[in-house]
């Protein structure tokens, strides 16, 4: 299912300007929509067909293509949820007569604890690095930032100087929709960071500039190079298994979970819209208490 669409159309071109005018999404989601939008067009166009005169009986088809693939729920489940924004946004444009989606139902998803990390683990990843190094001090205050906050890893590599407050222990991040957020640091990553940009930032610095933690190149890092800079921590730290960014994040929100913190709490510090994506940590938590108790108790 290669695109072979040229995404000129109008419609599609009006609707990704308005998520950026108006929500304000980042690159990365736009690209999603675009792909997304752009597979089910090459579907469309094998049938002679395009997007604006799609009917319901073409989004089932397109679902059991996609079923066919064996393309995962979660896939499944955001193309879906991709074309339901584009063609309500058509329908209140008044730029199409009906809608396809009006009647098409996402699918069902199975709940997924997300892999997390134990703190002995977390503890092991954040000694990992020898911040007497100019880079690896700089990838131990991107762990220690990290763990300490929650942040996405978007979020973490496009950090600027005018987002941090040492003096109050505070980050203000800009997440999804560009809203923003106040998350407080904690001792440790503050130190970190100000060792950091102490002695080792400007060494990495190529020319003037805000970021945070740049590259080797002096520039903003990307998301995959800090995704290779963690898989290589892990493997230092004799961590095994999958591990990314991401992981950390899901550390930082079980750990306060476990710990005792209140579920809106860690909504506001995630960034979550709806508390429903947060929940899922009560079932981390759940799945914590019940291994602790067979594990301890003398009669499992």
Excluded: C
Excluded at 17 to 39: H, I, P, V
Excluded at 55 to 78: C, G, N
């Amino acid at each position: 299912m290669s695109s072979k669409a040229q995404l000129t159309d109008p419609l599609v071109e009006q609707f990704i300007d308005m998520l950026w005018l108006e929500q304000g999404l980042s690159d990365n989601t736009l690209a999603a929509y675009r792909s997304d939008l752009a597979k089910f067009s090459d579907f469309l166009l094998a049938q002679d067909k395009v997007l604006a005169t799609a009917s319901s009986i073409d989004v089932v088809s397109y679902q059991a293509l996609l079923s066919e693939l064996k393309r995962a729920k979660t896939t499944t489940s955001r193309i879906i949820s991709s074309l339901r924004r584009f063609y309500d946004f058509l329908q209140q444009a008044k730029l199409v007569d009906h809608n396809p989606m009006a009647k098409i139902a996402n699918p069902k998803l199975d709940k997924k604890i997300p892999n997390s990390l134990s703190l002995e683990q977390v503890e092991a990843l954040l000694a990992a690095p020898n911040d007497q190094d100019t880079i690896e001090a700089r990838d131990k205050a991107m762990l220690e930032l990290l763990y300490a906050t929650g942040l996405r890893v978007t979020e973490l590599v496009s950090l600027t100087i005018d987002q941090l407050s040492l003096e109050q222990g505070v980050v203000r991040v800009v997440g999804k929709g560009n809203k923003e957020r106040l998350v407080p640091m904690g001792e440790q990553a503050v130190d970190s960071l100000y060792q950091y940009i102490k002695n080792s930032r400007g060494a990495l610095l190529k020319a003037n500039s805000d970021v945070v933690f740049p590259s080797k190149r002096g520039v903003q890092m990307t998301r995959q190079t800090f995704w290779h800079r963690i898989k290589y921590y892990a493997q230092v730290a004799g961590i095994k298994g999958e591990i990314s960014p991401h992981t950390l994040r899901h550390a930082f929100a079980t750990h306060l979970v476990n710990f005792g913190a209140d579920l809106r709490v860690v909504q506001l510090l995630l960034g979550h819209s709806d508390l429903s994506t947060t929940q899922i940590y009560t079932h981390v938590a759940k799945a914590r208490l019940q291994q602790l108790h067979q594990r301890h108790h003398p009669r499992p």
